[in-house]
């Protein structure tokens, strides 16, 4: 069998298939519950989409995107105004014939269509130095100071029992909540920091994917989103990390095993500095959307050539980031595994 909403990877054992089998049912319990709700008041909202404030238990995308890429300090009547043109732009988009997936696809890959096209989307975003490199790893872990980077490679599996177990998971959650909030203070700024702080929100995401794995309770993990990604129901958080999952496995089982992009994979990522509403998006249709994106990345991995990895380059690894951000509380095999990497892989 494989994974609900992700044809191309296997499931590790009995219990992720449970849980996450669960787990989308409640997902498409939670749509059906809105597209009922909206047949029955479809009179009301006929002038556009319900406010950001109402209590829906699933948002459809396109006013998903619509709010999640509103600025969050925004109040009500900006976001609602910015909701409807979203809405009315997508619509005539679709009336076009191509579907929103699509769009984001072309997007992320447009531009990758000479030899040089790495390096040179390495420069127009200010990522075209090790100085930079280690820049951006700092912002992205959230140091104070721009001092040399590590990220350690410990593949060590640990056991865990009695208190201990507690404690590392209060260590998790705290670790989580301040990263969180982290992400929340920092200002959006064009270049550089504005791709750092959407592949944040990715790493952020990802972190709540591997926490999820782990067992610790939805309502905690939904509630750390909240605080920075989006104040919206839990089928569309549930959403947002199954898209982040969608992007870790495109990484592991698409671009390293099978383009051999190694740790340039990534980067990729970074680079196209996609919102993660987007990736939920492309996961809720990966039927159409990963074949469709598989063979863009082989057109470009035939076309574009991979940078060569310079001595003091520190890769964008995720599982990494997010071992050196929760320390002892989780080993690197552990995030991993929740994120569908081969321990080889990082």
Known sequence: ??????????????????????????????????????????????????????????????????????????????IRQAMTVTTTRVSQKRLEGKPRWKQIVDQMTKGWDNPSSWSEKRVDVGLDSVEQNKFALTAILGLKKDLPLHLARDGSSTTVSGDSIG???????????????????????????????????????????????????????DSLMRICISNSGAANLYRLRRGALWVNRVISGTMIRKLGWGHSSTEFFVLAGRPVSQYGLLWEAC????????????????????????????????????????????????????????????
């Not at 301040?178 to 750092?196: H, M, N």
């Not at 990895?309 to 509380?329: H, T, Y």
């Open 287 to 346: 039927v159409h959307s990963f074949p469709y994106f598989r063979d863009q990345l082989v057109h470009i991995s035939r076309i574009v050539e991979t940078p060569v990895v310079e001595p003091d380059w520190i890769p964008f690894s995720i599982p990494l980031i997010i071992k050196q951000l929760v320390g002892n509380a989780l080993s690197l095999e552990q995030i991993c595994l929740a994120l569908d990497y081969s321990i080889d892989m990082v």
């Open 167 to 221: 404690d590392a998971t209060n260590i998790l959650v705290t670790s989580a909540r301040q990263y969180a909030l982290d992400s929340k203070a920092r200002e959006r700024k064009p270049g550089l920091v504005a791709q750092v702080h959407v592949f944040r929100e990715l790493v952020f995401i990802s972190l709540c994917v591997v926490m999820e794995h782990e067992g610790l309770p939805i309502e905690t993990i």
């Open 1 to 78: 069998m494989t994974t609900p909403g992700c044809t191309h990877i296997s499931w590790q054992n009995q219990t992720s298939q449970i849980r996450e089998l669960t787990s989308y049912i409640n997902f498409l319990e939670a749509k059906l519950s809105y597209l009922q709700r909206h047949h029955e008041h479809c009179d009301t909202w006929i002038a556009g989409p319900p406010p950001a404030g109402v209590n829906l238990p699933y948002l459809p995308p396109d006013i998903v995107v619509a709010s999640d890429e509103a600025d969050n300090e925004c109040n009500g009547s900006h």
